[in-house]
């Protein structure tokens, strides 16, 4: 089986962020926006019920497109994001 990531990729024996100072959130990155299990429909929900929290719920996709790439950003590559 292959690796899902490269060590040489990620460093993952970097220190943590902090919880008080890291964003309370999660990003959605989906390149199929009709999928079969209906993903979108539940992350359109918990962007719906985190709408007025102090969790955000971030979406890069072309389906559920809530915030816009940094100028000069390729959405194709996942590491920039």
């Known amino acids: 089986p292959l690796n899902y990531y490269s ?3 990620y460093n993952i024996q970097s220190s943590p962020v902090p919880f008080s100072s890291g964003i309370k959130g999660a ?6 926006c009709a999928s079969l299990n209906n993903r ?5 929900k918990l962007m719906n019920i985190t709408q007025n929290t102090h969790f955000r ?3 890069h996709s072309t389906c559920l497109r809530n915030v816009q790439p940094h100028a000069g950003q390729d ?7």
């Open 27 to 32: 990003s959605f990155l989906a390149h199929n």
């Open 57 to 59: 719920i971030d979406s």
């Open 7 to 9: 060590s040489s990729e």
């Open 40 to 44: 979108e429909y539940v992350v359109q």
């Open 75 to 81: 959405l194709r590559n996942k590491n920039t994001l």
